[in-house]
């Protein structure tokens, strides 16, 4: 029966099953207020809504 020479550490071991995991996509949504692709579950950037109410006055809004 086969059994390790020597103890593996733990980076070396981790090195070794990084390869493993695949990234994710990151999961894009569109803003139900200015149509704009946003990160889901967060404030949109563009217009400061979440939810489809206004969360946060952003530099456009301000302006006009």
Not at 35 to 42: D, G, Y
Request: hydrophobic share 30%.
């Amino acid at each position: 029966m086969a059994v390790p020479k020597r103890k593996v550490s733990g980076a070396r071991r981790d090195k070794r099953r990084s390869n493993n995991s695949k990234l994710a996509a990151p999961v894009l949504v569109e803003c139900p207020k200015c149509r704009e692709l946003i990160s889901a579950h967060r404030v949109c950037p563009a217009c400061g809504s979440y939810g489809g109410k206004e969360v946060v006055k952003t530099e456009k809004e301000e302006k006009k």
